[in-house]
């Protein structure tokens, strides 16, 4: 049994790290499963809704930084924050179920990872 777990890891292991995507299974933050991560944006579905969820995005980036953009009818915000872009995307799934994906990069197009957890973490956090 063991010899057939370790080839499926290792294979696992390697197709994670060729396309770059992180999915983690966990905790209920926001009542939220499921989280994808990849090198510069983190995403999960919510059962918050949209207009709760919009206006809550809008309150920590308004917070943490400047809005250069915001179109609540594409549910697109950007912003600059801690000397990167951050794009937060809205998108409704259903009346009660959103999907919210925070991406961050740097001026020099490098991925900000941390930022965008940190950014996506506060959202949540305040949506409850």
């Not at 010899?3 to 294979?11: D, E, L, T």
């Not at 197009?109 to 305040?126: M, V």
Request: charged residues 20%; proline residues 2%.
């Amino acid at each position: 049994m063991k010899k057939k777990i370790i080839p499926f890891v290792f294979i696992l292991f390697v197709i994670v790290n060729l396309y770059g995507c992180w999915f983690i299974v966990g905790g209920a933050v926001g009542a939220a499963g499921t989280y994808v991560m990849g090198k510069d944006s983190i995403q999960t579905e919510t059962d918050r809704p949209y207009d709760l969820l919009w206006n809550t995005t809008l309150k920590v980036t308004r917070i943490s930084g400047t809005i250069t953009k915001e179109d609540s009818l594409h549910g697109l915000i950007e912003a600059n924050i801690e000397n990167s872009h951050v794009w937060i995307r809205l998108i409704r799934l259903t009346r009660a179920t959103t999907r919210l994906r925070v991406s961050a990069r740097t001026r020099m197009h490098l991925p900000n990872l941390s930022l965008a957890q940190k950014i996506f973490s506060k959202i949540l956090e305040e949506a409850r």
